[in-house]
């Protein structure tokens, strides 16, 4: 067992005197092991300087002085100046009593007032299992959602009815094309087949190849059982649909990735028996 001596009082003092303290008692009662080294240390010694009591506590000088500053604001240690040298005094042992006494009555106190923030809290919760829904309204809107889907990192799944489609997103339509395919965003459609959808296979048919070269159609039948939306996708973690049916006019997408994937299930179903778009010509 080392020992060293304290110029200060003329005493020696063993480096393992700590290990006979109850260090372990007082983190049991909230003191992290730091403060309970150092609280034990103040209470053997009784008054002392920052240096001697962190010896003790066989901590560094700058970390002592930083628990007796936190001990003092406890109530378990006050300050006192000697000449030119601060020591710390170490207040009856009661104190401590009144010290977890207080911290019961704080911690009761914010148990009341915990239901006040909890829907704070709530809102600003991020976890797979909660849903992110954004909404948009008018022409502007649904341009903006659509924008959403050049970012996609894997392959756009797409349910289209054209015949629903107003013609003033024709330019739009052409242009978000001409992006998507620039960055090499694949996509496979399921598109209405109805007159739209018709006229529109015509019209790019002579640039079939343009079309193939990162996109695949294929038809869902006219007459299906109910009314669809204009056009939903579904990508990465989320499902975008677009709504622009008179009254209507809004978009919404929402992020989830086991919602998302639930969509894309059913739209593999759909398209491993859903008929070519564009077949070879004879």
């Known amino acids: ?18 290990s006979e303290l109850p260090v372990q008692k007082l983190t049991e009662f909230g003191l992290s092991q730091h403060e309970a080294q150092v609280y034990s240390a103040l209470l053997e010694l009784g008054s002392a300087p920052v240096a001697q009591i962190s010896k003790l506590a066989q901590l560094n000088r700058t970390t002592g002085y930083d628990i007796l500053e936190r001990l003092c604001l406890y109530g378990l240690a006050n300050r006192t100046a000697v000449g030119s040298k601060r020591f710390y005094i170490a207040e009856p042992p009661i104190r401590f009593k ?23 809290l709530q809102s600003l919760y991020k976890t797979e299992l909660k849903p992110g829904i954004k909404f948009y309204e008018g022409r502007q809107g649904i341009k903006n959602i659509y924008l959403h889907t050049l970012e996609s990192k894997s392959e756009i799944y797409s349910i289209l009815d054209l015949g629903q489609f107003l013609p003033e997103f024709d330019e739009f339509g052409e242009e978000y094309v001409r992006e998507r395919v620039k960055r090499g965003v694949k996509e496979k459609a399921l598109v209405v087949r109805n007159t739209a959808g018709l006229e529109f296979r015509k019209k790019n048919y002579g640039d079939k190849e343009k079309y193939l070269a990162n996109t695949e159609y294929r038809w869902l039948p006219e007459k ?8 939903v996708n579904i990508y990465d973690d989320k499902v975008m649909a677009v709504l622009v049916k008179p009254g209507e006019n809004a978009a919404f997408e929402i992020q989830s990735e086991s919602f998302a994937n639930s969509f894309r299930l059913m739209f593999q179903i759909a398209w491993s028996t859903a008929e070519q778009f564009f077949k070879d010509k004879k």
């Not at 067992?1 to 700590?18: L, P």
């Not at 010290?99 to 829907?119: C, G, H, S, T, Y």
């Open 1 to 18: 067992m080392s020992k060293w001596f304290d110029n200060n009082n003329d005493s020696f003092y063993t480096e393992s005197a700590m």
């Open 224 to 231: 299906l059982p109910f009314s669809i939306a204009t056009e």
């Open 98 to 120: 009144q010290f977890i006494e207080n911290k019961k009555r704080r911690a009761d106190q914010r148990l009341q007032m915990i239901d006040e923030v909890l829907p704070d």
